[in-house]
């Protein structure tokens, strides 16, 4: 299975958000305390599921930046209590568009996203990935953060 | 109203609207469906010069839309904003009648090239 190159997830996201952003990619699962967000995504024509998990800062970035807001009213709005509709829209969007990095060979539908925690039939399957990618990520200007892609047993 | 704009997400049909204007078009008009279904009845109202919808979505997904349009006999051009980008699906889509698959993320230039042949003289 061929494995997206941090180059080609970069310009995704340099593309989308018109931000300078640069991927890493790393061996180990990276260490992060922040909140999570995660992806999922139906693969054709196996219908095989992968999950992309990542820092929720960094997803709030991804959307933000879409939105035009400044980083310190992203950080915001991630903490409110009730949510921010038009950001969480931003960000579901985001995942969408990361579909066409999600699997170079096969064609990747966006499911859901997920904040915080993911259903325990997917989080069970997640514990030993029979695929994995690890990147660290930075967004000029914006909180960067941990980046995976996922594929459960 | 000049173009109708599908997609069930706010942000994108925000983007897309922005994008258009940054290609040029400062005067177009717009409506917005958040899905096929909603659009396809918006089309027996409404007389768009041009369509652009997504691929995935809830309700009725934009190729169903496309193919029910197409259906009804309306000829409308229409065009894909999506993150599909496979052949096959660049394929169905031309086949069922689209104009053009415009792949996202997009910039103003893509819009550009892809809506000159449509819009022109707006």
Wanted: charge should be negative; hydrophobic fraction near 40%; charged fraction near 20%.
């Amino acid at each position: 299975m061929a494995e997206p190159k941090p180059l080609t997830i970069a310009q995704l996201f340099s593309s989308l958000t018109g931000r300078t952003v640069n991927f890493t990619q790393v061996l180990k699962a990276p260490v992060t305390k922040a909140r999570q967000a995660y992806g999922t995504y139906l693969i054709k024509p196996a219908d095989s599921m992968r999950v992309l998990q990542l820092d929720l800062p960094l997803l709030g970035s991804f959307g933000g930046s879409l939105l035009g807001l400044p980083s310190d009213t992203v950080k915001e709005r991630l903490m409110s209590p009730t949510g921010d509709e038009p950001l969480r829209d931003a960000m579901h969007e985001v995942l969408n568009v990361a579909s066409t990095i999600i699997s170079i060979d096969h064609r990747a539908i966006f499911q859901s996203m997920f904040l915080d925690a993911v259903p325990s039939t997917i989080s069970e399957s997640l514990k030993n990935p029979a695929y994995r990618s690890y990147f660290n990520a930075t967004v000029d200007g914006y909180e960067g953060g941990a980046f995976s892609i996922l594929a459960p047993i | 109203m000049d173009v109708l704009l599908v997609d069930d997400s706010k942000t994108m049909r925000m983007l897309v609207q922005r994008a258009i204007r940054q290609a040029g078009y400062r005067t177009l008009t717009f409506a917005e469906a958040e899905n096929g279904a909603l659009a396809l009845a918006a089309m027996q109202t409404e007389k768009p010069r041009l369509v652009l919808s997504d691929w995935n979505m809830p309700e009725m997904s934009g190729i169903e839309f496309l193919q029910a349009l197409r259906k009804e006999g309306n000829k409308t051009p229409f065009g894909f904003i999506t993150s599909e980008s496979s052949p096959e699906i660049k394929n169905l889509a031309i086949s069922s009648g689209a104009s053009f698959l415009l792949t996202k993320p997009f910039n103003p230039e893509d819009v550009q090239s892809a809506l000159d042949p449509f819009l022109e003289g707006c």
